[in-house]
């Protein structure tokens, strides 16, 4: 990136971000804390944790940014400037966009005045998305090479599923409207990936807000209320075009294309199905997809349902193109495949971080397709941590990838209770970036349960200098 004489924020190229002498390692983190639905009334917060083995905070949280509101249900974040813009030396990566999931706020946050201690930019009030784009329950945020920032939404302001999008000035940070054109919109919104070598955005579908708000009911799936579709965009044109369903009960959620901008090809990870399908560009132009992992569900007893999903919550691809991980969420385990071959992932990385089967606990496997036994409790300095494995995190250079427990503070009351009460942590795996594999870090735990006003569900992981799961390149 020094090549370049005037860049912009980000790296020329993934491999660039991943192998350069300018990628150094990750020193700080910032994690959005959520109170909603514990019972503490306080607001939710960013954290901002030291990650840096050689600073005598290492696995602190360094500081703690309050956002003016109670119940926000901060979600996932992303950057004002990135990658996308690499070539335009008037952008920096200095504030973090900061989407509300539950009460469609969009906080703006200064991270480049003190990286260490952000503070709140500008506010970006509900009614700014209601009014001028007919949306709400904003959730995953994209920076574009334009400038602009581009937001994907849940649902419509009553509540109701509604794919769309919201564009903010990547400047003023003003609700600019709608991105999308014409009348035809997706039934339910979540997250997406753009790709405009090839014209396309992708975007997914989790559930009608109204609906998942306060917990998960096997019905609602059955009576449509939670997704099955890829929804397919043109770049150009902001229409949709075209609609992959991946079938009833699928849930697709994460999704991602290889980082190579010339790739017309990536993986979405279906919470429900437990399947993780590869998506691509045919011969024709348009877009389809199979299915290349499954994870089979558990027969169980003394849970919910008799058959428990693995409950694919995230998923990522390494800066290479060369691994897929993704988290099981109610399984408990996190999983590294080696995907040089796309259309055949191959297992190489597995570790068990707690989940709904541990022995000891108030469920009983009665038929395991995968495992002899039922895993053992997850403990790391002694404590035994609740929850499972949520979102995940890879370092620029693969080697490590970190990993919280928290999903959403609505389900996570329902089928964690214990992780609601205890507070989530944050754990760090190491990579096997030659042959493949994963070995958690004893010595790396920051405990959410320990936080001043009491424990708190940690979410998604960003770092200052961008990552794996909010770069894209142009």
């Known amino acids: 990136s020094a090549k370049c004489g005037a860049c912009g924020p980000g790296y020329a190229t993934p491999l660039d971000a991943m192998k350069g002498k300018y990628c150094p390692r990750e020193e700080v983190v910032y994690l959005p804390c959520i109170y909603r639905n514990t019972g503490i009334e306080k607001p939710d917060y960013l954290a901002t944790v030291d990650v840096d083995p050689k600073s005598p905070h290492y696995c602190q949280v360094i500081h703690r940014l309050p956002m003016p509101n109670l119940k926000d249900e901060l979600h996932h974040s992303g950057w004002n400037a990135c990658s996308s813009c690499f070539g335009d030396a008037t952008k920096r990566r200095n504030r973090l966009i900061l989407p509300s999931l539950i009460s469609s706020r969009i906080y703006v946050v200064d991270v480049g005045t003190d990286l260490r201690a952000p503070r709140i930019h500008k506010v970006v009030e509900p009614v ?38 919201i564009l903010l000035d990547g400047e003023t940070f003003e609700v600019k409207g709608n991105w999308e054109n014409g009348e035809k919109v997706p039934p339910m919104g979540y997250d997406f990936w ?16 109204k609906v998942l708000a306060d917990g998960f009911s096997p019905a609602d799936v059955e009576r449509g209320h939670y997704g099955r579709r890829i929804n397919v965009w043109d770049w150009s044109t902001h229409a949709y075009v075209q609609a992959i369903d991946l079938g009833k009960g699928s849930i697709p959620l994460e999704i991602r294309f290889l980082h190579n901008p010339d790739a017309a090809e990536g993986f979405v990870g279906c919470a429900l199905s ?73 297992l190489v990385g597995q570790v068990f971080l707690g989940g709904s089967i541990t022995k000891g606990g108030p469920v009983t496997v009665v038929e395991d397709k995968e495992l002899q036994r039922q895993p053992e409790p997850f403990v790391i300095k002694g404590k035994r941590v609740p929850g499972g494995p949520q979102m995940i995190q890879l370092s620029l250079d693969g080697k490590r990838l970190y990993v919280t427990s928290s999903l959403y503070s609505g389900w996570d009351k329902q089928f964690y209770p214990d992780l609601v009460k205890e507070g989530s942590v944050m754990l760090q795996i190491d990579v096997d970036t030659e042959r493949g594999g994963l070995k958690v870090n004893k010595n790396f735990l920051v405990d959410f349960g320990k936080e001043p006003d009491g424990p708190v569900l940690a979410h998604e992981i960003r770092y200052p200098g961008g990552d794996s799961t909010s770069d894209i390149w142009v």
């Open 128 to 165: 700014e998305l209601f009014w001028k784009g007919n949306v709400a329950n904003p959730h995953t945020s994209h920076c574009l090479g334009s400038g602009d920032i581009l937001i994907s939404c849940l649902g419509d302001p009553s509540g109701n599923g509604k794919g769309g999008f």
């Open 194 to 209: 753009y790709q405009p070598r090839h014209n396309v955005l992708m975007s997914t579908e989790w559930g009608t807000p």
């Open 274 to 346: 437990g399947a993780v399908h590869r998506f691509y560009k045919t011969e024709e132009g348009d877009w389809a997809a199979e299915k290349v992992i499954e994870v089979p569900s558990k027969k169980v007893q003394g849970w919910l349902l008799p058959d428990m999903p693995g409950l694919i919550t995230d998923i990522l691809i390494s800066l290479d193109d060369r691994f897929l991980y993704f988290s099981n969420w109610l399984h408990g385990d996190i999983r590294q495949y080696d995907i040089s071959n796309t259309r055949k992932p191959k």
